[in-house]
Nanobody, 115 residues
Framework: QGRLVESGGGLVQPGGSLVLSCAAS????????VNWYRRAPGKQLELVAS???????NYLDSVKGRFTISRDNNKKTAYLQMNSLTPEDTAVYYC?????????WGEGTQVTVSS
């Protein structure tokens, strides 16, 4: 267990970029994967990207080539770099760290893509 705090959300125009941060505390950050989820209005929670403890990554098909997940274990922080944003990316974004006897969620950060 522990804590995750997201930051970096906000309002951006279509085609713009935004980077989200997920700062960890209270657990061994490098031992667990990090996942980014999002929930758009009226839609189900959606897994956007994942990065494992050994840096393997996976992405939702609709964000491949646009989003990049990364982690800095020294800073105990994960990131989601988002490029070429569209209104369909508008959602609350959550980070999650999970594994054996471990499951921690952040409270979310709002991303709004609008002109």
């Amino acid at each position: 267990q522990g804590r995750l705090v997201e930051s970096g959300g906000g309002l951006v125009q279509p085609g713009g970029s935004l980077v989200l941060s997920c700062a960890a505390s209270g657990f061994t950050f490098n031992a667990y994967p990090v996942n980014w989820y999002r929930r758009a209005p009226g839609k189900q929670l959606e897994l956007v990207a994942s990065i494992s403890s050994d840096y393997f990554t996976n992405y939702l098909d609709s964000v491949k080539g646009r989003f990049t997940i990364s982690r800095d274990n020294n800073k105990k922080t994960a990131y989601l770099q988002m490029n070429s944003l569209t209104p369909e990316d508008t959602a609350v974004y959550y980070c999650r760290s999970n594994g054996y006897r471990h499951d921690v969620w952040g409270e979310g950060t709002q991303v709004t893509v609008s002109s």
